[in-house]
């Protein structure tokens, strides 16, 4: 039994689903940027990317569901040319469409359309913004992206996005640059937005404050400087057993480019499939239901450590 599926035991909490509101859908690991804190590892040389066949298959999955919210994630989802056509055809399916960014690219002419059809469809626009330091985010992202990600967020506000009233939602997501615990949701929140409002002019419409997984090119990087054991027995002593009940793979299903289909993408990123046994979205008759079993690993203490990870 591993250290999280006992912490479960001890606090006498069974983690199963409730309703499954949510599509996620990661479109590949092709990605412009090589983050420390990736968990799934993803960059320039990744060649994981999803299908036009496969994304024609699972806009017809997504029309036979109800689904509140569908989140495109990758990768850099920008560089599959499937993107269009997805955001085209699953914006009827879903109250809620997320595209998840690294913003750099979404400041390149190349992609003026992509933009233009994000508004058209005022779908969400959720952006890896780490820090509000330059020094930090660069360390984390690489060199020159905190200017880009600056110079993205004033044209996406210039469109409307993160303006209130305009119906464009713009979200930041912050993660530690280092292995230690995020800072408090609210206190980011509201720092965040005085620093980019007073310093750049900048808006935003909600800051998320997230710890970092230890998978992937994170969980290397924690290994190689020797903070792997110290970063987890953090994230066990940080567990809430008030943040199990929001977990998201309680009420997602994520599906990979080939169309299988994990519990969320975390999951997906160590290969741990929904159920237990790999399953293609071709092959999936209903909805997981409430009570459905929910596969867990030590990862998961990311996502109950503090306020959690909903």
């Known amino acids: 039994m591993d250290r999280f599926k006992t912490v479960l035991t001890e606090n006498n909490i069974e983690l199963t689903r ?47 569901f109800s689904f509140h919210t569908i989140d495109i994630t990758g990768g850099a989802p920008e560089l599959n040319p499937n993107l269009p056509f997805l955001i085209e055809n699953l914006a009827p399916y879903a109250k809620n469409l997320i595209l998840r960014s690294n913003a750099t690219l979404l400041g390149e002419e190349t992609y003026s ?18 820090a ?33 009233g305009t119906g464009l939602e713009l979200n930041l997501v912050s993660n530690p640059t280092g292995a ?25 419409s909600n800051v998320f404050s997230f710890a970092n997984v230890p998978l992937g090119r994170f969980k290397e990087w924690l290994e ?27 009420s997602i299903i994520s599906v990979d480019w080939d169309g299988y289909l994990y519990d969320c993408d975390f999951n997906l990123a160590i290969r741990l499939p929904l159920g237990g046994e790999p399953l293609h979205f071709s092959e999936l008759q209903e ?18 450590a503090g306020s959690g990870f909903t």
């Open 18 to 64: 409730a309703e499954t509101l949510v599509l996620q859908i990661n479109v590949g690991l092709e990605c412009n940027l090589a983050c420390r804190h990736c968990h799934l590892s993803a960059g320039p040389t990744r060649k994981e990317r999803m299908s036009r066949q496969t994304a024609e298959q699972l806009v017809a999955f997504a029309s036979k």
């Open 113 to 130: 359309d992509l933009v233009e059809l994000c508004r058209k469809h005022q779908v969400v626009i959720t952006i890896s913004f780490p």
């Open 132 to 164: 509000i330091s330059e020094i930090q985010a660069d360390s984390q992202r690489g060199t020159g992206v905190f200017d880009q990600s600056l110079s993205v967020l004033k044209k996406l506000n210039d469109l409307g996005y993160g303006r209130e």
């Open 180 to 204: 230690f615990m995020p800072s408090d949701q609210k206190q980011l929140e509201k720092r965040f937005k005085e620093v980019l409002q007073n310093k750049w002019g900048l808006e935003c």
């Open 224 to 250: 190689k400087s020797g903070n792997f054991a110290a970063y987890m027995d953090k994230l066990i002593k940080a567990f809430n057993p008030c943040a199990v009940s929001g977990a998201m793979c309680r």
């Open 287 to 304: 909805l997981p239901g409430p009570g459905s079993s929910i596969a867990v690993s030590d990862h998961c203490f990311a996502c109950t």
